[in-house]
């Protein structure tokens, strides 16, 4: 038996593990014909090229091999080579002319032999796919598409941006960096420019070898030292990172640059508030001392230092316009307080109106409770302790 054909039967991994068996053993087969029997896998096609080399008369062991399968497309190249190996001694053994011809017969007309051509084809082709978006296949497509007049000013241009990420190299590395400023680092990227600048550079040593004037040939010459220290001084330089990850970013910097107010206006009621406070008498500044004041925006974190108990949250748009915020015992807050997305005419934010009328207020307690004697300037009380006794007095 010379060929045996068994496409399309079903053949399992199991069945071709015993023909490779069998491969070394036959003294006779020529053509082995196993293509379309997708239930052999990777054991089986194993099997099969190990069995194979083992044999010096099979010229073609034909196989269909899955595409876009690497571990695949190596054991197939391994049988096309045994092929390949046996087909060419049959051929030296044959006398030349039809019938040595006849023997390459089969391994041409091999589905295998398709498939692995097939296969170097996509290879290829990916490749060059992968060569003409890289930054290098980029470059030399616009570099080799320029005129020659056009070489001289694009070197140029590609050194100047070069020297500005090289700018910027040394400016993320200095202590003082912070972050990066508008227009501190090109909008080409530093790979794109550095292989732009070595295509440019090669076309240029062309250009140089060619027959030009002499002004041509002095500007070359200048432009391509100009290129060469740049390359050389870019070959080894790491470009800073364009987007900054929040520990590059240097926050050592005084807290008013950090967060400076939002509005004018609340740096001029701010300043207004600490001069009213500094007008009031010592022991009234020295009460209404109001540690754990926090303020954020949406909500305002209101303390009692007073007590243990945790800030709460008062969330100045839940409240009623009757209703006094919780945090602020007998302090009536009008609607105008409230009304922070009204006609935006308001002066001052809630949290400062609020926090004026609770400092009048408690002004108010320790004005009467100095009246009354009750206010000693050597021990310190707190607000609503003094609130108790002067409510135990009549009314001023």
Sequence with gaps: MKRLFLSDTGLTTDGAISLAEFLPETKSLLHLDLTSNPLIET??????????????????????IPPNSPDLAELSQSI???????TELAADVAKPGPSQDAVWQPIK???????????????????????????????????????PDRLAPQAEEVV????????????????????????????????????????????????????VGPEEMELLLGVNDTLATTLEKGGKFQPPPRLLLPSQINTSLPPTFIS????????????????????LPR???????????EISSPNFSIGDSDNDSDAEELDVGSFPSNQAPVGLPGVGVDEELL????????????????????????????RKGTKLGVVDDDEEE???????????????
Excluded at 43 to 64: M, T, W
Excluded at 167 to 190: C, H, I, M, T
Excluded at 260 to 279: D, I, K, V, W
Aim: charged share 30%; aromatic share 6%.
């Design 43 to 64: 054991a089986g096609i194993l099997a099969l090229s190990v069995g194979l080399k083992s044999n010096n008369l099979i010229r073609c062991l034909d196989l269909s």
């Design 109 to 147: 007309k091999s589905v295998l032999v398709k498939d692995v051509k097939a296969a170097d084809r996509a290879r290829q082709d990916k490749a060059r796919e992968e060569i003409a978006n890289s930054s290098e296949g980029q470059a030399r497509e616009f570099v080799y598409t320029l005129k």
């Design 80 to 86: 096309l080579q045994s092929c390949i190996r046996n």
């Design 283 to 293: 022991s009234v500044r020295r009460h209404m001392r109001i540690p754990s004041l």
């Design 160 to 211: 100047g941006i070069l020297e500005r990420w090289f700018d910027a190299g040394k400016a993320y590395s200095s202590k003082e960096f912070n972050a990066w400023g508008p227009g501190q680092l090109p909008r080409v990227e530093y790979e794109a420019a550095y292989e732009r600048a070595k295509v440019l550079r090669e076309r240029i040593v062309d250009r140089i070898q060619e027959d």
């Design 339 to 366: 009304n922070v997305g009204g006609s935006g005419e308001i002066g001052t934010s809630p949290v400062e109106r609020a926090s004026r009328a609770w400092v009048e207020e408690e002004g108010e307690i320790f």
């Design 260 to 279: 400076p107010p939002e509005e004018p206006h609340q740096l001029q009621n701010q300043q207004q508030s600490q001069s009213q406070n500094r007008a």
């Design 382 to 396: 707190s607000g609503e302790q003094l609130k108790q006794e002067v409510s135990l007095y009549p009314v001023l």
